[in-house]
Nanobody, 111 residues
Framework: VQLVESGGGLVQTGGSLRLSCAASGINFRWSVMNWYRQAPGRQRELVATINSSGSTIYADSVVGRFTISKDYSKNTVYLQMNNLKPEDTAIYYC??????WGQGTQVTVSS
């Protein structure tokens, strides 16, 4: 089982990034996929979830700015992040349940 994130980086306030999480070794079509983030000195928090039927849930702080999606042909889950703010700075992790985490990708938003 492996989750590999990519797409993080440094962006200015108001900018956009798209994170990717390529999954292998799991039943991707039926998996509930999640994005979490952890800022320095803070607990890891759930950012967005997408289930097997495509239903989504978002943290209040990102509603209207972030979009989670799945590409079944690529076994990949995405997190499109628009209108980024400095408080979005964190390491972003992909999570597929059963204690299966990616290695994380750093997102830094400068003011």
């Amino acid at each position: 089982v492996q989750l590999v994130e990519s797409g993080g980086g440094l962006v200015q306030t108001g900018g956009s990034l798209r994170l990717s999480c390529a999954a292998s070794g799991i039943n991707f079509r039926w998996s509930v996929m999640n994005w979490y983030r952890q800022a320095p000195g803070r607990q890891r928090e759930l950012v967005a979830t997408i289930n097997s039927s495509g239903s989504t849930i978002y943290a209040d702080s990102v509603v209207g700015r972030f979009t989670i999606s799945k590409d079944y042909s690529k076994n990949t889950v995405y997190l499109q992040m628009n209108n980024l703010k400095p408080e979005d700075t964190a390491i972003y992790y992909c999570y597929a349940g059963f204690d299966t985490w990616g290695q994380g990708t750093q997102v830094t938003v400068s003011s």
